[in-house]
């Protein structure tokens, strides 16, 4: 804040000197005012935009003459060099504010990706364990079973102390055996969740909407024949923020269809609700695409405080898995209102190509069932 006031400081000395508010280069001003909203504290944006502005005033009652060249000063009629104060003091207010409001949006903005990033960059890192833990509660069986072996041996050949300390042995060889053996299902188990169906998937994305008072209904084209694809953590929390935000504004009845061809993979989520009005549907996904505060007439999720942002979120980090998403209504033109039981409200699209191109496995793991205990 020292440093911007000390430009505007610098600013005011050399309009001072070149005529005040009669300078045209008088409206660089407003310069500090921005980047103090942008950048500071809202105390300290207080503090240089009324400091612009007392210098602004100052400026028009006191300062030197601004001479052309044959040493005639140059002034300006008093009608414009008020209009030119008012347009100053208007500017620093309008830009401040909304510079301001910008500056808030991309903090929150940031601040939403960044908890999301970490989520799923810790759900990947367990992921990770578990095939680790899968693979060393193998590589460790052999060893252990020698182990054990050779103390049993030992406790068979040796008297006293000795053959104590080589039970002691074979006792810890056999409670490594059982850790070992917990570890590795619990390993194998996180591998084999690294993919599942489509179905599968979809009901785990559902699950924490489905006490909200609001039927959820997941339609398979073929349960028998589900493709198989990839349990990313970008995917689950997608589909989750869409399934969300479709219960918040359904009626009754939220629908979650599942369909597929040879060469696409379609999620389409509907609700029983309005739908989008028309006007904001080429905006949705927009990060600063708000609605206006809820009042109790007219509030649609009562009991929720967000940021506006789950659309984008939900946008962002399904497209990073190679989805297209699409947003449209389901009644042929737009009413605002809804019709509880009938699929007319609002429809997310997100379609996959089919393949490893999109996120369906290119082969379908067999169980992995469950580790047999040691045999010595």
Not at 12 to 19: A, D, H, N, P, V
Not at 35 to 60: C, D, E
Not at 320 to 333: M, W
Request: glycine fraction near 10%.
């Amino acid at each position: 804040m020292a440093m911007l006031l000390f430009d505007l400081g610098q600013l005011t000395l050399l309009l001072y000197l070149t005529g005040g508010l009669h300078n045209p280069f008088s409206m660089l001003l407003m310069v500090p005012v921005t980047v103090a909203s942008m950048a500071l504290s809202m105390r300290a944006a207080l503090l240089v935009g009324a400091a612009t502005v007392t210098l602004t005033s100052l400026l028009g009652l006191i300062h030197m003459p601004l001479r052309r060249i044959g040493g005639t000063a140059l002034t300006m009629p008093e009608i414009f060099l008020l209009g030119h104060w008012v347009a100053i003091v208007i500017a620093v207010g309008f830009v401040a504010l909304y510079t301001r409001r910008v500056s808030t949006e991309m903090q929150s903005m940031s601040q939403a990706l960044l908890a999301t990033q970490m989520a799923l960059a810790r759900e990947q890192k367990l992921t990770d364990l578990g095939g680790v833990v899968a693979a060393y509660a193998h590589e460790l069986g052999t060893p252990l079973a020698t182990i054990k072996l050779v103390g049993s041996e030992l406790a068979m050949e040796l008297d006293g102390d000795l053959q104590q300390d080589a039970q002691l042995i074979s006792e810890q060889a056999d409670r490594c055996r059982d850790i070992l053996h917990s570890m590795g299902r619990a390993g194998k188990d996180d591998l084999h969740l690294r993919q599942a169906p489509v179905g599968a998937v979809l009901d785990e994305a559902a699950e924490p909407h489905l006490d909200r008072g609001k039927k959820i209904i997941v339609e398979l084209t073929d349960p028998a024949d589900q493709p198989v694809i990839l349990r990313r953590p970008e995917v689950i929390h997608g589909l989750r923020n869409m399934i969300q935000n479709a219960v918040d504004f359904a009626a009754s009845m939220v629908w979650i269809e599942a369909t597929w061809t040879d060469r696409a993979l379609t999620i389409r989520v509907i609700d029983d609700g309005r739908g989008y009005a028309p006007h904001l549907i080429g905006r949705l996904g927009d990060p600063f695409l708000r609605r206006r505060k809820p009042t109790p007439e007219n509030d649609e999720r009562p009991g929720y405080e967000g940021m506006g942002l789950g659309m984008f979120i939900a946008k962002t980090l399904l497209e990073r898995t190679g989805a297209r998403l699409r947003f449209v209504n389901g009644a042929e033109s737009f009413t605002g209102k809804a019709r509880p039981g009938q699929k007319t409200g609002a429809i997310a699209e997100i379609t996959w190509p089919r393949g490893v191109e999109g996120i369906e496995v290119a082969k379908k793991n067999a169980a992995l069932g469950e580790n047999l205990p040691f045999r010595f």
